[in-house]
């Protein structure tokens, strides 16, 4: 995986794309808490949300570590399933419309 990262990181630094991910990620990063075990799971709850079982069953169909997608829909919405972006972007991943 780091090898493919870095190819693409090197075919695509000539393009604004390489330079938007660039600046979101590590010229302005989010404050992050962590808020979850060394298990992947709340403190407090022993899960990491509400949407778990359907994560899981998603994560299964797909063959990919459930964790994976829980920590894609924190990133992008926090699990706020009513949550919407000014780009367009709504729901839990924050899928485009497009």
């Known amino acids: 995986m780091l090898a493919t990262l870095n190819t693409w990181f090197d075919k695509e ?6 330079h938007i991910i660039y600046n979101k990620y590590f010229r ?7 808020i979850f075990n060394n298990n992947g799971q709340s403190r407090r709850s022993g899960t ?3 949407y778990d ?12 570590d459930w964790r994976l997608i829980a920590a894609i ?6 699990f706020d399933k ?5 780009t367009g ?10």
């Open 13 to 18: 630094k000539s393009e604004s794309t390489f």
């Open 28 to 34: 302005n990063p989010k404050r992050s808490l962590a």
């Open 48 to 50: 990491i949300s509400k």
């Open 53 to 64: 079982a359907i994560i899981k069953a998603a994560a299964k169909k797909i063959d990919v």
């Open 73 to 78: 829909v924190a990133h992008e919405s926090k």
């Open 82 to 86: 009513d949550a919407q972006a000014w």
């Open 89 to 98: 972007a709504a729901g839990l991943m924050q899928i485009m419309p497009e």
